[in-house]
Nanobody
Framework: QLQLVESGGGSVQPGGSLRLSCVAS????????IGWFRRAPGREREGVAC????????NYRDSVQGRFTIPRDNDKNTMYLQMDSLKPDDTAIYYC??????????????WGQGTQVTVSS
């Protein structure tokens, strides 16, 4: 069983930055496809950014392309989401997910508890 614990959320002004982290109970980068998803109030869940377990494939939602990235890190037990140039529409609860087979899927096996991101002036 894999457990994911998220942190790094908070409240920022438009144009600000946040870095979300997701710490796993086991190795992630060479074992699982990983992804970030979000849910805003009154909206359905949507995918934000994903990376394959090999690191050779990445996907970003069009609305965050060029602003959000999944950085490389030597810590195989942690995955990150770097968020720059934040907009009010980015306000949501953000979740990390992992799966050994499914890629960028709402049916990923393992999920974090979520962390709140609020962008407002």
């Amino acid at each position: 069983q894999l457990q994911l614990v998220e942190s790094g959320g908070g409240s920022v002004q438009p144009g600000g930055s946040l870095r979300l982290s997701c710490v796993a109970s086991g190795s992630l980068s060479d074992t699982y496809n990983i992804g970030w998803f979000r849910r805003a109030p009154g909206r359905e869940r949507e995918g934000v950014a994903c990376i394959s377990r090999s690191g050779r494939d990445t996907n970003y939602r069009d609305s965050v392309q060029g602003r959000f990235t999944i950085p490389r890190d030597n810590d195989k037990n942690t995955m990150y989401l770097q968020m720059d140039s934040l907009k009010p529409d980015d306000t949501a609860i953000y979740y990390c997910a992992a799966d050994w087979e499914k890629y960028c899927s709402y049916s990923s096996t393992y999920w974090g508890q979520g962390t709140q991101v609020t962008v407002s002036s």
